[in-house]
């Protein structure tokens, strides 16, 4: 477990790398997302059949354990609160261990692959703000559940996954940079993991249209929470211009909030409680929520309601999917059960598309 990852999400960071970053996050009173998420896998895990787990010590792993009454043993390390905690972990236990699970983002992925050896696969527990890489499960409960799988197969099966490495710096700055880090076994039960986030064009050309058309029917009175992507950039255009990777609030025609956090956004409401979220897609993965717009969070959702949610995605982006159906991970499974369903995406000016939500 990476105890840091997440830290920035819900607080408007855009990331958890670095130790100025999880000072701020702190400041802000952020909350790392990992602990419960590990608890929600290793829950799923054991009632999958389990396997023995060797653990790092205290936050990094043999605390969760602890809670949930799983034996385990745990490695002789001394954490230092840092990316080497991971390395240290990983570098013990690639040699005793048929599988590493590891809880984080995109940074901890890359902090995994730069010190396993040999061939052991490795598996990501969801739990950052960033997780463009392919070594993720879709969910806590999928992590889990793959890996009780793997470990219990007679013949045990393996894929090749990217692991992506973001910079954080420039993804601040309001440009995306990925680059491939390495390229890493995982897992092959037969479920699904993330895809990478793929890269695309930038073309909205033929959604532009119906971005306007979206614009000219915003009601007046209603708060509209514009998230991130490069659609959305192009909504925001039109009313001011906004941010490419942040939430923004828009009212009565005019952008009323910038990069906001949960908290901005709850205290909005609070002012303006008739809202609705706009969102685009993930492209290569299909996230609707959960994957880098954890500012929109349960409680930001519930607030405004489930039901006032629109999406607009380019139709080749949703063609490009495989299946064609998008994804939730609000960190509340009861949410995410309840937004599950089908919902129409529209892609271009008069057209709309009706896509499964899954979770």
Do not use: W
Request: some cysteine; charged content about 25%; aromatic content about 2%.
């Amino acid at each position: 477990m990476n105890p840091y990852a997440g830290l920035g999400g819900a607080v408007g960071l855009h990331g958890s790398d670095g130790a100025g970053t999880i000072a701020e996050a702190l400041r802000r009173g952020a909350q790392s997302p990992v602990p419960e998420r590990t608890r929600r896998a290793m829950e799923t895990f054991r009632r999958e059949g389990g396997g023995a787990v060797l653990a790092g010590p205290g936050p990094l792993g043999a605390d969760v354990l602890d809670e949930l009454g799983m034996p385990h043993e745990t490695i002789t390390l001394e954490p230092r609160g840092g990316a080497q905690d991971t390395r240290d972990c990983v570098s013990a236990m690639t040699d005793a261990v048929d599988l590493i699970l590891f809880a984080g983002g995109d940074g901890t992925a890359c902090d995994v692959a730069s010190a396993r050896t040999g061939d052991v696969p490795v598996l990501g527990i969801p739990a950052g703000v960033k997780m463009h890489s392919a070594v993720f499960a879709r969910s806590p409960e999928e992590a889990g559940r793959i890996a009780a799988r793997y470990l219990a197969a007679a013949r045990r099966r393996r894929a090749q996954a990217d692991v992506m490495d973001i910079d954080e710096d420039a993804r601040r700055a309001g440009v995306l940079s990925a680059s491939l880090h390495d390229v890493v076994p995982v897992p092959d039960v037969g479920l699904r993991l993330q895809g990478p986030k793929a890269r695309t064009s930038g073309d909205i050309s033929e959604l532009d249209p119906a971005i306007g058309e979206y614009v000219r029917r915003m009601m007046p009175s209603i708060l509209f929470l514009a998230g991130p992507g490069t659609a959305m950039a192009a909504l925001k255009a039109r009313v001011g211009g906004g941010t490419l990777l942040g939430v923004d609030a828009i009212l009565d025609g005019n952008i009323v909030g910038r990069d906001l956090s949960e908290q901005q956004i709850l205290d909005l409401l609070e002012q303006q409680p008739e809202a609705r979220i706009v969102l685009s897609v993930i492209g290569g993965q299909g996230f609707l929520l959960g994957r880098g717009n954890q500012q929109l969070s349960a409680r930001v959702i519930r607030r405004v309601g489930p039901a006032n949610i629109d999406i607009l995605c380019q139709g080749a982006k949703l063609a490009a999917l495989h299946p064609v159906e998008l994804s939730v991970d609000t960190g509340d499974r009861a949410l995410d059960a309840e937004l599950a369903g089908y919902k129409p995406v529209t892609t271009g000016a008069g057209r709309q598309q009706v896509v499964r939500i899954s979770c």
